[in-house]
């Protein structure tokens, strides 16, 4: 083999471009790859640095100093209870939409009800405004005419309806490749809508699924907006909101004791990511994101 390569000009170009696509390829996803990980460890080694070393040019601490993260605790007095209000409303908003999304996907492939294309044509044209932005003064209204205003739990329902459009379309495009042979033959076996979603609709869409909640997880969790602008006292804030106060100045603080913030406030996600994340590519794969 190695012999007819070397003798056919037409078999060593098509190695050199084979080689050199493929070293093209990985130094693209190098790059990538470095441009998130470098920062995140350059935040990760500032929050263990002291304050010496943190006014230094060096990325590896002289001397590690774990004293920030209970600098934090302390100075931020409300910060357990901030953590537990991104924990609540995540969970909520992450548990809801999903059970919603799930519906509506399975509804809108194999139920076909009245009005399905221009329901799915209505979820798509959502997409393509700034909602989070230009609805927040009516929801902000809405908000206050249901006293809703300053409460956690009153984060939960709009930052449903603001990630509800982009579930309902993953979960229908993964719902499309179930077959609905399948779904026929549980209906004649004598299985209801119910007992056919949860038999044999899910299992076949537990890529998906998978998608849409770390989807709805990662939106909710670093959601700012909404939640600065619909609350106000720092006890019913969530982790993002604390963050920007921390560097907009709330007391003596210094870079290391930011960072030790910011790790507090990612660091459940990529914990989270890191155990979800061969299911989410796999779901990407089966065509979670096809509309």
């Known amino acids: 083999m190695s012999a007819t390569t070397h003798e056919n000009p037409y078999l060593k170009k098509k190695l050199a471009r084979q080689r050199r696509n493929a070293v093209i390829q990985h130094g693209v996803i190098i790059f990538f790859l470095l441009s998130i990980l470098l920062p995140l460890s350059w935040v990760l080694l500032l929050s263990v640095k002291s304050l010496p070393d943190s006014m230094r040019g060096s990325l590896w601490p002289r001397r590690f100093d774990f004293s920030h993260y209970g600098y934090v605790f302390d100075k931020i007095e409300t910060l357990p209870t901030n953590l537990f209000n991104s924990i609540y409303v995540t969970g909520a908003t992450v548990l809801i939409t999903t059970f919603c999304a799930v519906l509506a996907g399975y509804a809108l492939v194999h139920l076909k009800p009245r009005g399905g294309a221009f329901i799915v044509a209505m979820f798509l044209s959502s997409l393509y405004f700034p909602t989070r ?78 998608v849409v909640i770390i989807v709805n997880f990662v939106t909710a969790w670093g959601e700012y907006l909404l939640a600065a602008t619909l609350t106000n006292d720092q006890a019913v804030r969530t982790m993002p909101v604390v963050l920007a106060a921390a560097q907009g100045g709330m007391g003596q603080w210094a870079w290391p004791r930011i960072a030790a913030v910011y790790v507090l406030v990612v660091l459940p996600g990529i914990i989270a990511f890191t155990f979800a994340q061969r299911l989410f590519f796999k779901g990407l794969m089966d065509g979670a994101l096809k509309t």
């Open 133 to 210: 932005v230009v609805s927040v003064i009516s929801i902000y209204e809405i908000q206050d005419y249901f006293e809703l205003i300053n409460s956690t739990s009153g984060l939960i329902l709009p930052y449903i309806t603001l990630n509800l459009a982009i579930s309902v379309l993953i979960m229908r495009s993964i719902f499309q490749l179930v077959p609905h042979e399948l779904i026929d033959a549980a209906r004649i076996d004598g299985a209801g809508p119910w007992r056919t979603l949860w038999v044999v609709g899910l299992p076949l869409a537990k890529n998906g699924l998978v």
